[in-house]
């Protein structure tokens, strides 16, 4: 394996934990995880990033879930870079199927966000994946590359070490279902060669790719096998400390 790429486990907590229930979770993960060797990031609600990036003494990347392109200005309800900069995020999540589907985010737009964040210093972890009817249809690898093409439209090769990919069949979030292994597997190879075509050789086996959709401690093991996966985006199972740590541990043991 490259040594650009990084073992990360990341929770996005989404639309849960008031600021104390924040704090405590995230202390939690600090405690536990902090004696792991990989990469940790947390993503709050905005409300408790600036609380949950004061209360840790340890390095775990906070990042927001979401973020607006532009700098400040009329865009009531919208959050900028310099503000989740400020507050204390490092990292912001961006397209995330919950925001393409429920929100309608198109990829024009993700697209002028992700060129944000990295002109504002945040790194990106940009969700790509398939619906069902997609899959089914045959049609994975066609949405993966629309997605990864006009969302990292205009990005310069250099950049791309501020990116992580997380690649989340939208039938396997928050379902209970996780895809298998080797389809996974299959879907970060393309990614790959699709972003040596885009940027040149190198880019693909250099770019961390997570998997994502309803990880848990009983799935994890034979997703870290799989040498393609550099790790997990976690929603659910990131709730609570304990599972979030049994993940994390079984990632570290595989990966070591
Ligand atoms: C997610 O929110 O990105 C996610 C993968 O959720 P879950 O683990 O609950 O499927």
Redo the contacts with the bound molecule.
Sequence with gaps: MSTQRKIILAG?W?MHKTVKESIELAQCVEEKLSKLPITVLLFPPFTAIYAVSKSLKWHIGIGGQNMYYEKEGAFTGEISPVMLKEAGAEYV?IG???RRNIFNEKDQLLNKKVHSAIENALNVVL?VGEKLEERKSNRTKEVIEREIKEDLQGIKKQDLEKIII?Y?PIW?????ITAKPEEVAEVHRFIRTLLDDMFGKGAGSNMTILY?????PNNIKSLADMNEIDG???????LQCESFYTIGKILSEVKA
């Excluded at 396997?172 to 209970?176: R, S």
């Excluded at 997990?232 to 990131?238: R, T």
């Design positions: 996005n989404k999540i995330h199927s919950e969700c997380a989340e396997a979030i928050g379902t209970g994502g959709g309803s990880i848990k997990g985006l976690v929603g659910g199972a990131s």
